[in-house]
């Protein structure tokens, strides 16, 4: 990270906009998103200022054991000072470590070319949603195709020949994105992860499982299994000749590492007693990216991703040693991004990963003793959501 976007003086060159606190993006007049090259068939701006978020920062009437982040007014001012506008060409050492505010498709012919070791893409689903001020409307299937295939047309030129890409879907969108991404890419695999919440149907399934598919530039890219094996308990342990076959006993139990397949069940999505919820729609959980991260990229490998939100990946990144910068339209996220970014300086551990491997979900007595064992920072279930 920049060695002064955590200060409490931090400031740039661009003045104090204290107008982000009533206008999207940066204080930008409406009539602006008008002709944004995203296109006002897609994002459409809401009414300013935004009561929502003049709610959540009043911080009134919380429960003490809401540990949602948001930002205070003054807040907001001070953090979007550390963020980043860009109006020219930069080089990559311009940008490591940055959080960039505005429009994707506006920044994209400012950045470098072959950059990115990692990009992590998840942008809008194709569904109608309210993030913060910006409405992303639902679109037809060839629209929203043809707006992705722009999407991966901007951001093959910024792609290491090595990379790779996971991109995020929904299981409506997901048939939309992968003829773009079989194309254009070497398709490796669907992950298909259980969100664990969903809202029920009374003549339908509940759809609780999004998809992120794997995709390399070429057929040269890195991919370390033994950084994301899972940590099960062993309820039938089977010996040969009196030892353990492919398990190990432990105090607490028996324990076996296993080979990570393309469908996830240890996630939790973030939740109000969890240091790392957000007001976001759409967030991720930090273990799926750290998942992400782990397996496809290096120490000081830099990862990148173009649709921020409230900064799951930068966040990530940061915990794990590698490089990052990402991009957002709208402020507030940045603001979060930024704030979570600095606490990950003193609080890094990842909620459900520990001790070098992923554990079950509900698992965190044992992960618990496990970090003590190891002399790491508890970060099991337990301690994150107490």
């Given amino acids: 990270m920049s060695p002064d976007a955590c200060s409490d003086t ?82 990559r050492q311009d940008i490591d470590f940055q959080l960039i505010g505005g429009d994707f498709f506006e920044i994209a012919a400012y950045l470098p070319n072959q950059f990115v070791d990692l990009l992590i893409l998840d942008p809008p689903y194709n569904l109608t949603k309210n993030y913060n001020g910006n409405l992303f409307r639902r679109l037809d299937k060839d629209s929203y195709t043809a707006w992705f295939q722009r999407v991966i047309e901007l951001l093959i030129p910024m792609m290491k020949p090595s990379a790779t890409v996971y991109v995020c879907a929904d299981w409506r969108t997901s048939t939309l994105v992968l003829p773009v991404l079989e194309e254009r890419f070497f398709v490796r695999n669907r992950i298909t992860w259980e969100r664990e919440k969903g809202r029920g149907a009374k003549r339908n399934w509940k759809n609780n499982t999004e998809d992120i598919w794997f995709c390399t530039n070429s057929k040269d890219y890195h991919f370390d299994v033994d950084a994301v094996k899972l940590k099960r308990k062993v309820l039938a342990p089977y010996r040969v000749k009196g030892e ?96 979570r970014i600095c606490a990950a300086r003193n609080a890094p551990g990842i909620q459900g990963y520990g001790a070098g491997v992923f554990w079950e979900r509900n698992s965190f007595p044992q992960q618990r003793k496990a970090s003590i064992v190891e002399g790491q920072e508890d970060t099991s279930q337990g301690a994150l959501f107490k």
């Fill in 10 to 91: 931090a400031t740039s060159a661009r003045p104090t906009d204290t107008s982000i606190l009533t206008t999207p993006s940066w204080g930008k007049p409406l009539s602006a998103w008008q002709s944004q090259s995203c296109g006002n068939y897609i994002v459409t701006p809401t009414t300013h200022p935004n009561p929502a978020m003049v709610a959540r920062n009043s911080m009134s009437g919380r429960s003490p054991r809401n540990r949602t982040l948001t930002c205070t007014p003054k807040e907001l001012v001070e953090l979007s000072e550390t963020v980043l506008r860009i109006e020219k060409a930069v080089d």
């Fill in 244 to 339: 353990p076959k492919d398990w190990q006993q432990e105090v607490d139990g028996n324990y076996r590492l296993t080979h990570p397949s393309n469908i996830w069940t240890d996630l939790t999505v973030p939740f109000w007693s969890m240091p790392e919820n957000t007001p976001h729609p759409a967030q991720k959980p930090e273990k799926l990216f750290a998942k992400l991260v782990l397996a496809s990229s290096k120490e000081n490998d830099f990862v990148f991703d173009p649709f921020l939100g409230s900064g799951t990946s930068a966040v990530v990144a940061e915990k794990l040693g590698r490089k990052w910068c990402g991009v957002d339209i709208n402020s507030e996220y940045l603001c979060w991004a930024r704030k």
